[in-house]
C-alpha cells in the first residue's frame, strides 16, 4: 500500500516540506473544523443547487460532476479560512515562488514572484459518476517531468489544496492518488494492478489535502447512492479546490484590467485571442470553465 502521510498542524513546516517532496501529497488531519466547513457548505449550496443536474464537461469532467466556479467571492469562508490558510500559503511560497538573479550590466539584480491563485472551484459528484482517469493538473501549464530519485525545488509549478465538505471515502468517490508518482517523467504511466501504486485520499470533515500539480491523481467512483444524506439534501460528495501557481503564469501587461471589454469588442480576433479572450488548451484562461469569447458575443 502506498504512504499518503498523515500530519497534523502543530508539527513543524519543515515535516510538511519533507512529505511533499518525498510523496508529493500530505493530509492534514486537523486543517480546519466542522462549523467552519458547514459554513463553507451553506455559502456555496445556493450555487451548487443553481446548477441544475447537468454538470460540466471539460477537461477531466465528464459531465456529471457539479461545480462551482468563482469561489473566492462566492464564499468569504472559502477564501479567508480554507486559501488564505497559513499554512497552505507557507506550502505555496516554499514550492511556487521564483527568485531569479539576472545581470543588468555587470550588476547582479534578484527578482522575486510570488504565488498567484490558478482556480477555487467546488467539485460536488452525485452517485453514478465514474472514475476520472489518472491525470496531472498541471497538465493544463503543459508541464514537462524528468523522472528523479529525489525532489528538487521549483520542479512544480502548481500546489492544490482539496477541503471536503463531507466525509469522503472510497464508496462516494474519494480523490485517488498516487503518492510518489510526482517524481515520475512524461512517458506512459505505469499504475501497475493499482492496489500497489493508488490510494484513496479518504478524508473526515475538518481534515485537508495538499498535493503537488505533477502528482496523477482523479475523482473516484460514485457508483451508488448510499442514502446517508440528510433530509432533502441532495446525495454528493463535496470538495472545495484551490490551485496556486507560480506568479509568472502571467501576461506582462493585465490585458483584462487595461483594455476595456467594450472596446475589445471591437478588435480583431486575432488581437482579442491574442489579448487572452480565447482560452489556452486545456482549461487555462477560462470563465466559469468556457472560454472568454462568450462575453465578447454579447
Ligand atoms: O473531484 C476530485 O476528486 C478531483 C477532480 C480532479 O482531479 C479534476 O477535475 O481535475
Ligand atoms: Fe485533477
Redesign the pocket.
Known amino acids: 500500500m502506498p504512504t499518503l502521510p498523515r500530519l497534523s498542524r502543530s508539527q513543524p513546516l519543515s515535516d510538511f516540506i519533507q512529505a511533499l517532496e518525498k510523496h508529493g501529497c500530505v493530509l492534514i488531519t486537523d486543517f480546519t473544523d466542522p462549523e467552519t466547513v458547514a459554513q463553507a457548505n451553506k455559502e456555496v449550496k445556493p450555487w451548487l443547487d443553481g446548477q441544475g443536474q447537468a454538470g460540466a464537461k471539460v ?3 465528464s459531465g456529471n ?1 457539479q461545480t462551482v466556479t468563482r469561489l473566492i467571492s462566492r464564499s468569504p469562508t472559502v477564501r479567508e479560512k480554507f486559501f488564505a490558510d497559513s499554512l497552505y500559503q507557507s506550502l505555496s511560497e516554499h514550492f511556487l515562488t521564483l527568485k531569479t538573479t539576472t545581470w543588468y550590466g555587470d550588476e547582479a539584480r534578484t527578482g522575486q514572484s510570488d504565488p498567484l491563485l490558478s482556480i477555487a472551484i467546488t ?1 460536488a ?1 452525485p452517485p453514478g459518476t465514474s472514475a ?1 482517469g489518472l ?1 496531472r ?1 498541471d497538465k493544463n501549464h503543459h508541464a514537462r517531468h524528468v523522472a528523479a530519485s529525489e525532489y528538487s525545488q521549483g520542479r512544480d509549478m502548481l500546489l492544490g489544496l ?1 477541503v471536503p465538505g463531507c466525509d ?1 471515502f472510497r464508496a462516494n ?4 492518488v498516487v503518492p510518489g508518482s510526482h517524481l515520475w517523467g512524461d512517458e506512459t504511466p505505469d499504475f501497475g494492478d493499482q492496489t500497489s501504486t493508488v490510494v484513496d485520499a479518504e478524508m473526515k470533515v475538518g481534515e485537508a489535502f495538499i498535493m503537488l500539480g505533477s502528482l496523477y ?4 467512483e460514485y457508483a451508488k447512492a448510499l442514502e446517508n444524506a440528510s433530509s432533502g439534501e441532495m446525495e454528493r ?1 463535496i ?1 472545495y ?1 484551490m490551485f496556486s501557481c507560480s506568479g509568472v503564469h502571467r501576461q506582462e501587461e493585465v490585458s483584462f484590467l487595461s483594455y476595456p471589454v467594450e472596446e475589445v469588442k471591437t478588435y480583431s480576433k486575432v488581437v482579442q485571442d491574442r489579448l487572452g479572450w480565447k482560452q489556452s488548451e486545456p482549461n487555462l484562461g477560462w470563465v466559469e470553465l468556457k472560454s472568454p469569447e462568450f462575453m465578447l458575443a454579447a
Do not use: K
Request: hydrophobic letters at 35%.
Open positions: 477537461g477531466a469532467l460532476t467539485f459528484i476520472q491525470h493538473d482539496f469522503t468517490g474519494a480523490t485517488r491523481h482523479g475523482g473516484g460528495r470538495v479546490a
